[in-house]
């Protein structure tokens, strides 16, 4: 009896040791502390495990046959230089976002499952993935675009190998092409406006990025001037030297590269941002102002303006509808005098440079307020008469001279005062008559007065009192002739010559006896 109870004995302990060693010899070894209880045949292992490169994080995600059965899963990383898995994180879906490992260091990631009883089965094969800074720029980094033509510039680590652009976010009209460098080109479809660019990356490992790379750029194509015009003068005519005019430009588009206002000799830069007579920025209305110089002049002028826009656009230049005038004052002339004689001054004054030249105007005062209210002496409508003789005046007296400049528009500035006196007044000098007897009538001749002031010759026949109250042989006011022929004395048995000047002072020679 003793010795059956020790056969059993026996045979119940190898029965323990041979289940121990079908228990230890199971090919499934999962890594847990719970309690030892029965396992299913199939258990939960992630597979297809994929790695899409965002920004500075990954996203893993995966496929699981029995999800039901599934409480969560485990992500695991290690350091590829090492290999040591460490558990990273949990979660109870298919994909996980991780942004919190280091940037540009390669990572081993695998995962597992834990089942609703908290046994976690297999791992899941590895893959591999690496954090880095992604992002792409569109021409150069540029806000406006002129081109349909772009240069996209992948910022990436040179491991991806190619890439796939596309303005639909979904790529759904886009394919992957081998990548040549860090950039490619890329053409945007047609219409001004906005344009959104996306990418999308494969890297070397053939992981591919998950959120698509995005920017976008403004394609401009065109610009265009609406109008362009100028804020009316004070007077509603025409501007003058010293004005400010005000130039305005509207495009319906803001930030331009260039904006003028061309004029004669003269291109007025606009703006848009608040400044130079700009009352509102940002408007895509240019505004600029220019103060007329001394001495422009601008008649019935054209006014251009020129644009180009933020993209290098140019518009086509475009004219305001309505005419510049810019009449300027003339400067004023120097004016001097110098006394010639008795009756005479003359006056010298500098030629004038007004552009809008009409005249001279010459006007004479005996006080020294000389306006064009005072005594007009004479016109000159060519700007190269320099000089003039005043030759009505009146012995030792002072005369006041003003020259008034005007242009074509009746503006006119007056020259400096000048003044001279005129010569005090003595008799003339006396000339020598002779006479030479004929048949009938005698000739006579005398000598040349060289009085400034002459005014004639007069010669009177009588008796030996003969003076200028006797009768009148002959008046003669050309200074140069000093002669008279066949002349007939009726018998006067004297005559008398006598020099009269401008002023009335007069000369009388001594009485000749006719031979």
Not at 123 to 128: A, G, K, L, R, T
Not at 426 to 444: K, Q, R
Request: overall charge negative.
């Amino acid at each position: 009896m003793e010795k059956y109870s020790m056969i059993r004995l026996v045979l119940s302990f190898l029965l323990v040791i041979v289940l121990l060693g079908m228990t230890m010899s199971c090919e499934r070894y999962i890594d847990s502390r719970d309690p030892v209880r029965s396992l299913p045949e199939d258990g939960p292992i992630p597979t297809n495990l994929t790695v899409e490169i965002n920004n500075q994080s990954v996203v893993l995600s995966w496929d699981i046959a029995n999800p039901d059965i599934v409480s969560k899963y485990r992500v695991y990383v290690a350091k590829e230089e090492d290999s040591i898995f460490v558990l990273h994180d949990s979660t109870t879906t298919t994909s996980i976002e991780m942004s919190d490992l280091h940037v540009n260091q390669r990572y081993l990631l695998r995962v597992t499952a834990v089942t609703s009883e908290n046994l976690e089965w297999e791992p899941s094969e590895i893959v591999n993935a690496i954090i880095t800074y992604l992002s792409i720029e569109l021409a150069n980094g540029d806000e406006y675009t002129s081109s349909r033509d772009i240069t996209v510039r992948i910022n990436a680590p040179s491991l991806f190998s190619h890439v796939m652009i596309s303005e639909d976010s979904t790529f759904a009209d886009a394919q992957f092409v081998p990548a040549t460098g860090q950039s490619a080109s890329f053409e945007l479809s047609e219409g001004d406006g906005v344009k959104y660019v996306f990418v999308k990356l494969q890297l070397n490992d053939g992981s591919v990025t998950g959120e698509p790379l995005r920017d976008s750029i403004i394609l401009d194509t065109q610009a265009a001037i609406d109008s362009v015009f100028f804020l009316p003068p004070a007077n509603g005519q025409y501007f003058g030297a010293g004005d400010t005019i005000t130039f305005g430009l509207s495009t319906g588009e803001t930030g331009g590269r260039r904006a003028v206002a061309i004029i004669t000799g003269a291109a007025v830069p606009l703006y848009d941002d608040g400044t130079n007579a700009d009352p509102d920025s940002g408007d895509g209305i240019y505004y600029g102002t220019w103060v007329v110089p001394v001495q422009f002049v601008l008649n019935a002028g054209e006014v251009t303006g020129e644009f180009t826009d933020i993209a290098g656009n140019t518009a086509s230049p475009r004219k305001a509808d309505i005419l510049l005038n810019v009449f300027t004052a003339p400067l004023p002339v120097t004016l001097s005098a110098t006394t010639l004689s008795t009756f005479e001054i003359t006056l010298n004054w500098t030629r004038s440079t007004s552009n809008n030249f009409a005249s001279y105007r010459l006007y004479r005062s005996t006080s020294s307020n000389v306006t064009e209210n005072s005594t007009l002496l004479d016109v000159f409508p060519s700007a190269t008469a320099t000089s003039y003789t005043d030759t009505t005046l009146t012995y030792n007296q002072t005369y006041y001279y003003r020259l008034y400049t005007y242009d074509k528009v009746g503006q006119s500035v007056g020259s400096d005062i000048a003044s001279a006196h005129t010569l005090n007044n003595l008799p003339p000098e006396t000339v020598e008559l002779t006479i030479v007897p004929g048949a009938s009538t005698v000739d006579l001749y005398w000598t040349a007065s060289d009085e400034r002031d002459f005014e004639s010759y007069r010669i009177y026949r009588g008796d030996a009192s003969v003076d200028d109250n006797s009768s009148i042989v002959l008046i003669e006011r050309n200074q140069n002739v000093t002669s008279a022929m066949g002349v007939d004395l009726q018998g006067s048995p004297y005559v008398r010559i006598y020099v009269f000047d401008r002023h009335g002072f007069k000369a009388a020679g001594p009485a000749v006896q006719v031979p």
